[in-house]
């Protein structure tokens, strides 16, 4: 079970983190990623991170401004976005699974998401 926090309404060019937590003793043997789904649209590949956390990966969008991290004595995984832009806004969702992958479908366990709202 993967549960999502962090989300919040900001300004533009502020700063937030969002973290997963995720229950059970695999953690660590889970690709961990996150998405977001704006008003409308279908969701869209934000940032994965590997099993060690030695590899990252990001969405041409947020590259730059977003880190994503991973505690696997924590079972969790982060979220750094700095520089927020309006179209930032969205739910993000973090995903597990086993195979990098930029699109939802490879990613078995998901979490119930969180709304970030970027203000103009």
């Known amino acids: 079970q993967l549960q999502a926090s962090g989300g919040g309404l900001v300004q533009a060019g502020e700063s937030l983190r969002l973290s997963c937590a995720a229950s059970?003793?695999?953690?660590?043997?889970?690709?961990m990623a996150w998405f977001r789904r704006a008003p409308g649209l279908g969701r869209e590949f934000v940032a994965l991170i590997t099993q060690s956390g030695g590899s990252t990966r990001y969405g041409d969008s947020v590259k730059g401004r977003f880190t994503i991290s991973r505690d696997n004595a924590k079972n969790t995984v982060y979220l750094q976005m700095n520089g927020l832009k309006p179209e930032d806004t969205a739910v993000y969702y973090c995903?597990?699974?086993?195979?990098?992958?930029?699109?939802?479908?490879?990613?078995?366990?998901w979490g119930q998401g969180t709304q970030v709202t970027v203000s103009s």
């Open positions: 059970g003793r695999t953690f660590s043997s889970y690709l």
């Open positions: 995903a597990a699974g086993v195979v990098q992958a930029i699109i939802p479908a490879p990613y078995g366990y």
